[in-house]
């Protein structure tokens, strides 16, 4: 097992235990059939690396280490990092103290394929869905909880309200299922809302007929004014008179499925030649 800041304190290991902080937006799973459940999300199609970010008491931890995988378990909270030193010495677990979305992911298994999963901090959970998408490349595979409302975004379909940019960004590149809701008394403390857990499968083929940043660009203009038409909407991409004319420009952002969406952006790209 090794630690990736060993001259951080111990933290208050005497009390047996991690004080929950609201900044970093912990709530310490303690169901353990949950955590176990969680952790059998991961198919290990494809991959023998995997990613816990924010093991807290290494709840979910405990069922990663007991599969035929290499696991990193990575936390920003000192105590946390102590509390997983002093109980956890497997081989397979390294512990590493960084923040998960300032961290260099290739110094973690080099160039090989990982799943990332965890009990994701409420705060910063959209964040680190978009930068696993950055690193999608090496990612075949993630899961864990999210805010309930934020893991039925993520894998929400086309005329829905919920459906945004999380939707269209992520089932770009991936085939996204919500898998199971969580109570706020499995967690201490509990938290306000329910939980959602999802599962994130890459997709066998995910280059894209069109330029990956425009359609970032495309997916976010239009829904940054979800309630206009795409006409009014992507006025800023100075559509020319002929484009308009196209009925793809009647309809609402929330309308369009993903592959609209792509097809959308190559008419933009296409337009601007």
Same mark, same amino acid.
């Given at each position: 097992?090794?630690?990736?800041?060993?001259?951080?304190?111990?933290?208050?290991?005497?009390?047996?235990?991690?004080?929950?902080? #609201?900044? &970093?937006? /912990?709530?310490?799973?303690?169901?353990? !059939?949950?955590?176990?459940?969680?952790?059998?999300?991961?198919? @290990? $199609?494809?991959?023998?690396?995997?990613?816990?970010?924010?093991?807290?008491?290494?709840?979910?931890? #405990?069922? &990663?280490? /007991?599969?035929?995988?290499?696991?990193? !378990?990575?936390?920003?909270?000192?105590?946390?990092?102590?509390? @997983? $030193?002093?109980?956890?010495?497997?081989?397979?677990?390294?512990?590493?103290?960084?923040?998960?979305? #300032?961290?260099?992911?290739?110094?973690?298994?080099?160039?090989?394929?990982?799943?990332?999963?965890?009990?994701?901090?409420?705060?910063?959970?959209?964040?680190?869905?978009?930068?696993?998408?950055?690193?999608?490349?090496?990612?075949?595979?993630?899961?864990?909880?999210?805010?309930?409302?934020?893991?039925?975004?993520?894998?929400?379909?086309?005329?829905?309200?919920?459906?945004?940019?999380?939707?269209?960004?992520?089932?770009?590149?991936?085939?996204?299922?919500?898998?199971?809701?969580?109570?706020?008394?499995?967690?201490?403390?509990?938290?306000?809302?329910?939980?959602?857990?999802?599962?994130?499968?890459?997709?066998?083929?995910?280059?894209?007929?069109?330029?990956?940043?425009?359609?970032?660009?495309?997916?976010?203009?239009?829904?940054?004014?979800r309630r206009k038409t795409l006409r009014n909407s992507l006025k800023s991409f100075n559509l020319s008179d002929k484009i308009k004319e196209d009925a793809i420009f009647d309809q609402r952002p929330e309308q369009l499925?993903?592959?609209?969406?792509?097809?959308?952006?190559?008419?933009?790209?296409?337009?601007?030649?």
């Open positions: 097992m090794k630690r990736e800041n060993p001259n951080k304190s111990k933290g208050n290991m005497e009390t047996g235990g991690v004080r929950a902080k #609201k900044h &970093l937006g /912990q709530h310490f799973l303690k169901d353990e !059939a949950i955590a176990e459940k969680i952790g059998d999300t991961l198919t @290990l $199609e494809g991959y023998k690396n995997v990613l816990e970010i924010g093991p807290g008491m290494g709840v979910l931890t #405990k069922y &990663l280490i /007991q599969k035929d995988i290499e696991v990193i !378990a990575m936390d920003l909270d000192t105590e946390s990092i102590a509390y @997983l $030193e002093a109980n956890y010495p497997e081989k397979n677990l390294k512990i590493v103290e960084a923040d998960f979305l #300032k961290f260099d992911l290739s110094q973690l298994f080099g160039a090989e394929q990982f799943a990332i999963t965890g009990n994701f901090p409420y705060n910063i959970s959209t964040q680190i869905v978009f930068k696993m998408l950055e690193w999608k490349e090496q990612i075949p595979e993630f899961t864990g909880m999210f805010q309930k409302e934020v893991a039925q975004r993520i894998c929400e379909k086309e005329g829905s309200k919920a459906y945004g940019i999380l939707s269209v960004l992520a089932q770009a590149f991936y085939d996204a299922e919500y898998l199971f809701t969580v109570p706020p008394s499995v967690f201490n403390p509990p938290p306000k809302v329910d939980s959602g857990v999802l599962r994130l499968r890459r997709k066998e083929n995910i280059s894209l007929p069109c330029d990956e940043k425009m359609l970032y660009k495309v997916v976010k203009t239009a829904f940054q004014q499925s993903v592959p609209q969406f792509i097809a959308l952006t190559q008419k933009l790209e296409n337009d601007a030649i």
